[in-house]
């Protein structure tokens, strides 16, 4: 079986590939593709088919999933156009003869109404309306959304947001690439969705397990929408990603990034990666690296 992996220079496409490699799958059924291949050059050393797919840009399309009996559809990041890549990325998966489409969604994405969700629902009817078979992977908020954030939380003493006391099922991109490895290499999944998360906590807890984990007070800040995405865009995101994220945390008050499912731990086959792990282990990275730098 021939494997296409979308997204596969991002953060949770080049884990799919790493994992389907390490589970056994040989780099000779992998075909990695992004839209700079030149991050995906240690890939196409292994053995990796590697090619070049721009969903923006129909065009590439057909060459990229030529012979694919399936395909990891990773959702793209830019806001406003998801939807018209992800259909350009179906449509050519069809014409390819791709006969399985594993799509990563957001939670909750039938019933939630935060912006981030719109693209998503529409992209599963557009999937279900089709002719391919498909698994809808419905993933939780990314833990490295906040463990990302170490740095500046650590300066400021203070983790932001406009989440209230909502709980977020949040889980680490790892978990959310063993899941889709899962329901590439097992049986009995075509038709399903899942909705993929961690154990639940609020914003105010994930600051207490920051506290605890580093040894120095972190307080939940709690603001407004507009105050954080203000806060969002000074901190370098793009202004149309700073509101999406920011009217994300609106959705996670609502209890829209919330789900009691166990959907992921029975596909990974062990517990989630929790927030205080992930904590622990962002830390030591950074301090890791920040060694390796004074020692140069």
Avoid: C
Avoid at 27 to 35: C, L, S
Avoid at 125 to 138: D, I, K, N, Q, T
């Amino acid at each position: 079986m021939s494997i296409v992996i979308t997204g596969a220079s991002g953060h949770l496409g080049r884990l799919v590939v790493d994992q389907l490699l390490a589970a056994g799958t040989s780099p000779a059924q992998i075909v990695a593709t992004g839209r700079d291949i030149d991050k995906l050059a240690d890939l196409a050393r292994s053995g990796v088919t590697v090619r070049r797919a721009d969903f923006a840009d129909p065009s590439t399309l057909d060459e990229a999933f030529e012979g694919a009996d399936a395909m990891v559809l990773v959702s793209t990041t830019t806001v406003g156009e998801r939807f018209d890549n992800h259909r350009n990325a179906i449509d050519a998966a069809r014409r390819a003869g791709v006969s399985r489409i594993v799509y990563t969604s957001l939670v909750n994405a039938s019933t939630a109404r935060m912006t981030l969700a719109d693209e998503h629902r529409r992209t599963e009817e557009y999937l279900r309306a089709g002719g391919s078979e498909f698994v809808v992977l419905r993933n939780g908020w990314y833990l490295e959304n906040y463990t990302d954030q170490l740095p500046m939380i650590t300066q400021y003493h203070a983790l932001p947001g406009s989440a209230r006391d909502g709980r977020v099922s949040a889980a680490a991109r790892g978990d959310l690439a063993a899941a889709a490895v899962a329901v590439l290499t097992q049986d009995g999944h075509l038709g399903a969705t899942y909705e993929l998360g961690g154990t639940p906590f609020t914003l105010a807890e994930l600051a207490a397990t920051i506290s605890d984990v580093l040894g120095t007070p972190i307080a939940y800040q709690d603001m407004p929408v507009a105050d954080y995405t203000a806060v969002l865009t000074g901190a370098g995101l793009p202004p149309g990603m700073a509101a999406a994220v920011a009217d994300a945390d609106a959705g996670l008050a609502r209890g829209e990034l919330f789900t009691t499912s166990d959907d992921l731990v029975k596909l990974i086959g062990r517990p989630a990666t929790t927030a205080r792990e992930a904590v622990r282990d962002a830390a030591a990275a950074i301090e890791a690296a920040a060694a390796i730098e004074e020692s140069r």
